[in-house]
């Protein structure tokens, strides 16, 4: 057995975990055609490198299918329940920043904070007889912020992408989703609620708690982990 290490399959959060293991001494390579997910890890013997979707490693971590894995915090979080229990993150990465946060249309000028997005909810409700929709892929996350903070007469609607096209789209009236330039958001005639955000997210490193309990998978996770000085 090899103690696998799992990386996102492709663009900039690929790159840049590449670049981040080479200044650690260790080299990941794609190997094989363009096109196939294939990998090979340098630098230390007995680890595997196996690429997936950023947002399927949270799972394979959580089921011990893969030792080690590089992913942002908000998916490991959304995804997981407990998600400390499961996994245990080793280093962040300085990379991949993003905010998750909640924004409503620039036009709502009444609207800039969650006191403010409840009173709309209401008066959404009462204006509509429907519950005004939230769309957004972090559901565990968001339900638990907007309980917070005190919003509750709202519903969510699921989006897996271009969520902020929905309010154009009128599929939903506010988004929950991650920004980093705030390019998107501007773009869509959409503002950032004026609160902290949901959460800040960045790509880090974590071990699985399962699979690296015991046997010799641990000595070769223990010796990775010295090695890029952790
Ligand atoms: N514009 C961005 N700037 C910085 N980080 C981002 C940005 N968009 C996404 N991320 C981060 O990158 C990670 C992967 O995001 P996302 O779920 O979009 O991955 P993906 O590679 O598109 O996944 P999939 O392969 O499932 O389509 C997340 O942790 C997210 O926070
Ligand atoms: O603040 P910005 O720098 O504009 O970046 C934010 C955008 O980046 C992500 O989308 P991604 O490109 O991953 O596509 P997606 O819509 O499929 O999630 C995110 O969902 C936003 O749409």
Request: aromatic share 6%; with cysteine.
């Amino acid at each position: 057995m090899t103690v696998k290490l799992g990386v996102p399959s492709k663009g900039r959060l690929m790159e840049k975990t590449f670049d981040w293991f080479a200044e650690h001494g260790i080299t990941l390579t794609r190997t094989g055609s363009e096109r196939e997910y294939a990998g090979a890890v340098e630098g230390i013997d007995g680890v595997s490198l196996v690429l997936l979707s950023a947002s399927e490693i949270p799972r394979e971590l959580a089921n011990g299918r893969i030792h080690l894995g590089v992913t942002g915090t908000d998916l490991i979080r959304e995804t997981l329940v407990q998600w400390d229990q499961k996994v245990e993150p080793l280093a962040e990465l300085g990379f991949g920043h993003a905010d998750l946060i909640v924004a409503v249309p620039s036009a709502w000028v009444d609207v800039d904070t969650l006191d403010d997005l409840d009173a709309a909810a209401a008066a959404f409700r009462a204006a509509h007889g429907q519950r005004l929709r939230i769309a957004t892929k972090y559901h565990r996350l968001v339900r638990d912020y907007l309980r917070h903070g005190g919003v509750a007469d709202y519903r969510l609607v699921d989006s897996q992408g271009a969520t902020e096209g929905t309010v154009k789209n009128m599929t939903a009236e506010a988004i929950a989703d991650i920004t980093s330039t705030g390019e998107t958001l501007r773009a869509n005639h959409l503002k950032v609620l004026d609160e902290e955000p949901v959460l800040r997210s960045q790509a880090t490193l974590f071990r699985a708690r399962k699979a690296c309990k015991n046997g010799p998978d641990r000595a070769v996770v223990e010796r990775l982990i010295a090695q890029l000085g952790l």
